[in-house]
């Protein structure tokens, strides 16, 4: 299937977006720039602003309106799936990316009839690699919506976030975005604050 993915909003976001590149590439998809040659486009929403909020939404009804297929995915179903009634489309959470291949499908069938996964490999568009180093924050602020989109802190372990920068680097990165929600609270919930991870990282 021909895969058109749409990003709103921060650096995460386009993490998460990676992440649900690899997820789909996994199952034998090929992504397309233009959406009007997509089977599928996805669209990654933001809700931190109306004005991001109501782009969002006028591009899934334009999609709509051209009646492509549509998965939507992100911060919008996520604080506030209600603006979404009357959308018919699936949509899946950052807490839930993937369920993503389960809404999708495969396009990799093995001999016995049973879907087979590639190895996981990040991907990198140009020289700049993102690598999420954390999801959700630790604040209340009222006047943010954030951690209803995000939840609470969780850290990726060290491990993980150094293999997939080394992955990066073997494919040609230069520079690596470390991106969160909060990236000054990275540790917070475990044993290892952000100044160690730079070292070990560096």
């Not at 649900?20 to 089977?39: E, K, R, T, W, Y």
């Not at 990654?44 to 109501?54: A, E, K, L």
């Not at 604040?139 to 951690?147: L, R």
Request: glycine content about 8%.
């Amino acid at each position: 299937m021909k895969i058109h993915i749409k990003t709103f909003g921060c650096t995460a976001n386009k993490a998460d977006s990676h992440r649900i590149m690899q997820l789909l590439a996994s199952q034998g998809h090929v992504f397309v720039s233009n959406p009007d040659l997509a089977d599928l486009v996805v669209v990654n929403t933001c809700t931190v602003t109306q004005t991001t909020q109501q782009k969002v939404l006028k591009y899934i009804n334009l999609l709509s309106d051209q009646g492509k297929d549509v998965v939507v995915a992100g911060c919008l179903p996520a604080a506030q799936p209600y603006i979404l009634d009357g959308i018919d489309y699936p949509s899946v959470t950052p807490a839930s990316l993937d369920d993503i291949t389960d809404i999708v499908g495969s396009n990799i069938v093995g001999s016995n009839g049973i879907t087979t996964l590639a190895p996981y490999v990040p991907i990198l568009e140009g020289v700049t690699g993102i690598v999420s180093i954390s999801q959700g924050c630790l604040g209340q602020c009222s006047y943010c919506i954030v951690k209803q989109a995000r939840g609470k802190l969780v850290s990726r372990p060290v491990n993980d976030i150094v293999d997939e920068i080394r992955l990066l680097v073997q494919q040609g990165a230069r520079e690596i975005q470390l991106t969160s929600q909060d990236t000054s609270a990275y540790g917070m919930d475990t044993c290892i604050r952000l100044p160690e991870l730079l070292r070990v990282i560096t």
